[in-house]
């Protein structure tokens, strides 16, 4: 039996992440669609403010899970806990090791590429208060994503990131590279030539029946599967 699941989400944003893994495990959950208006995070359908919000996850980001009156904020957490519903799936790694290097993975991806690479490109004033160094910070983002991902292709040696089987970090990998392609304007070709282990990667995670099904909920399209975009 499942504990009743809140999703607190934005199409687009890292909450494809749980979102994806929730149908991958067939864990039912209910989804709060949030949208980002004014510098806040509310409910789309003017159902919780930015305020109610908050008082669930304080950094007013998603994603965020409500389990009863439990909040759970942060990516490598929400994830972890969804996969330990469905502990048979083995997708926290199959042993010790694997186990290991799935969190070094999550912690890494969100501290670094998520929290500190693509923050530079689209929220530099993170970084500092001074007007004519926003511009330098935002190129200085993108040229540490594409380091970034290129520790990412370095690093992948079977068919997912951990191993030969599917993890939680494949989830995550496949939003994050998303992210490249359509939101910073790398194109398929700089893609495959660049980071050919890492395209494969994606292009097997779009081919999984819940990762097209979180598609289109959040309406986004295939772009590294057949049919996509790019």
Known sequence: MFPDILLYGNDGSCSFVPRALLNEL????QIVNLQYEAGK?????????NEEYKRINPSGYVPALGIGATAITELPAICAFIARLAPERGVLGTNPIGQAKVDEW?????GTLHGYCFAMMWAPRRFTEDQDAVESIREQGQKVVLECY???????????AVGDSLTVVDFALYM????????????????????????QL???MESRASVRRTLDEHSLAVVFGRGGEV
Not at 26 to 29: D, K
Not at 41 to 49: F, K, Q, Y
């Open 26 to 29: 067939e864990i039912p959950y």
């Open 41 to 49: 995070m509310e409910a789309a359908d003017g159902s919780l403010s």
């Open 106 to 110: 999550m912690a890494w991806l969100s």
């Open 150 to 160: 290129e520790r990412i292709e370095c690093s992948m040696s079977g068919g997912s």
């Open 176 to 199: 994050f590279g998303r992210w490249g392609t359509l939101r910073i304007g790398l194109a398929k070709d700089h893609m495959q030539n660049n980071y050919p282990k890492y395209t």
């Open 202 to 204: 994606m292009r097997e």
